[in-house]
């Protein structure tokens, strides 16, 4: 059974920074590829940015220049590096698989204030 557990949420400052880690277990994590994606409150769950097992990656617009994410696969992990973070940032984020999601985690609260 695949499990996701995010964290590195919190409140913070526009124009802030905070790193976002998430561990997967239950699955083969080197060969698959990983996103992240957000919620924000009244909203659906959007794509945010993505990893490939080759490490070759994408970004939504809205953050594409401020965002990073990257992967260490000896820890089965994924981060989201955000910086110069906005108040539009806001919301809950979770990782999962890029294709064929599986059971979100509980995500992480991510709160900018203005």
């Known amino acids: 059974q695949v499990q996701f557990v995010e964290s590195g949420g919190g409140l913070v400052q526009s124009g802030g920074s905070l790193r976002l880690s998430c561990t997967a277990s239950?699955?083969?994590?080197?060969?698959?590829?990983m996103g992240w994606y957000r919620q924000a409150p009244g909203k659906q769950r959007e794509f945010v940015a993505a990893?490939?097992?080759?490490?070759?990656?994408i970004y939504t617009d809205s953050v594409k220049g401020r965002f990073i994410i990257s992967r260490d696969n000896a820890k089965n992990t994924v981060y989201l590096q955000m910086n110069s973070l906005k108040p539009e940032d806001t919301g809950v984020y979770y990782c999962?698989?890029?294709?064929?999601?599986?059971?979100w985690g509980r995500g992480t609260q991510v709160t900018v204030s203005s």
């Open positions: 990893i490939s097992n080759l490490r070759s990656t």
């Open positions: 239950g699955t083969t994590f080197s060969i698959t590829a």
């Open positions: 999962n698989f890029r294709y064929d999601p599986r059971a």
